[in-house]
């Protein structure tokens, strides 16, 4: 290998470009250094912010630490792809049942899984004796604040990515490696005094800038909230989301023109982002089964899904009853 091969930066110039025709948005590289928020995610979890979801505390160690991960690592490669597409006008009729816009296409975990494999594929034929591990959201890692350190956008403080040009509709990978490459400089935070999410959210969910009560917000209780009933207190804030919520990047003022993708697997298969709850209701396994073949949607089950759904109807015929009241009143 000659010299400008093994030169460090030429490395991570390659890696990018060869990441970047996978069909990642945005990439960048930090240091497989020890995670900065280990107490206060030992203090989240110890406080029961996480719920019902105990995966969380689930290989501590590791998820806070990228060399326990992967022995040896020495870098993270960060990558985005935007899954943000428009949506057509909902329907008119029937009640709709809204969906978070990152589970209305292909299971996400497959396409980004696959691309990661060819990169970190890639990696080790190009530089032998490199060592990779990949992971998604469903590894233990600390992906956005990863994110957030390699420059691939800013943690805001609805607890998203945010990057100034693509927003915050974004998927997260990460390719970690025994390859010692020149870190890139972490985003800058541009949240400011801006307070649209905190506000904007239902049911309180976002304690303080940066801050999430899991067990509150929408997607939680929509998702991985699956043993018992939404908390009655909570069912009337759910309003008509039937899986996941959107709301609070839908007002975060850096997605007023967000990047689309071209992606053809990050295609809406419900083009108005909304399902019909009515016949959710009356969908049997087969039919589930059916309409999320590939899907992300498969994180909750029939049960999970109907009972959303019971919530959705609720919460729209309480609305429908309150303006009949109202124009009474008139």
């Not at 990018?16 to 989240?44: C, N």
């Amino acid at each position: 290998m000659n010299a400008v091969a093994i030169d460090p930066a030429h490395i991570a110039a390659e890696i990018k470009q060869f990441a970047r025709k996978q069909g990642f948005d945005l990439v960048g590289i930090t240091s497989a250094e020890p995670s900065h928020y280990r107490d206060y995610l030992r203090q989240w979890l110890d406080d029961g912010q996480a719920g019902q979801m105990e995966f969380l505390a689930e290989r501590f160690d590791e998820r806070t630490d990228p060399a326990k991960f992967l022995p040896g690592a020495k870098s993270v490669i960060c990558v985005a792809m935007t899954y943000y597409t428009p949506l057509l006008p909902e329907p008119e009729q029937g009640v709709a049942g809204r969906v978070a816009r990152y589970a209305l296409a292909d299971d996400y975990h497959e396409l980004i899984k696959d691309r990661l494999h060819d990169l970190a594929d890639w990696i080790r034929a190009t530089y032998p004796g490199a060592h990779t591990r990949t992971g998604v959201d469903t590894a233990p890692l600390m992906e956005k604040e990863l994110a957030a350190r390699a420059g691939v956008g800013f943690f805001g403080k609805n607890s998203c990515i945010i990057n100034e040009r693509a927003g915050s509709w974004l998927l997260l990978g990460e390719v970690v490696t025994s390859l010692e490459l020149p870190v890139d400089a972490p985003a800058v935070d541009r949240c400011g005094t801006c307070r649209r999410c905190i506000d904007a959210c239902p049911t309180g969910a976002i304690t303080g800038p940066y801050q999430l009560n899991a067990t509150k917000c929408i997607s939680y209780l929509t998702i991985e909230h699956r043993e018992g009933d939404i908390a009655p207190e909570l069912q009337t804030q759910v309003g008509d989301w039937l899986y996941g919520c959107d709301i609070c990047q839908t007002v975060c003022p850096w997605n007023h023109a967000p990047l689309s993708t071209l992606e053809p697997a990050l295609q809406p298969r419900f083009p108005t982002g909304t399902l019909n709850t009515e016949t959710v209701l009356d969908w049997n396994i087969y039919d589930y089964r059916d309409a999320f073949r590939h899907s992300a949607m498969k994180r909750i089950k029939l049960p999970q899904l109907q009972r959303n759904a019971i919530t959705v109807l609720k919460n729209q015929k309480k609305v429908e009853r309150g303006d009949a009241e109202t124009q009474k009143r008139k």
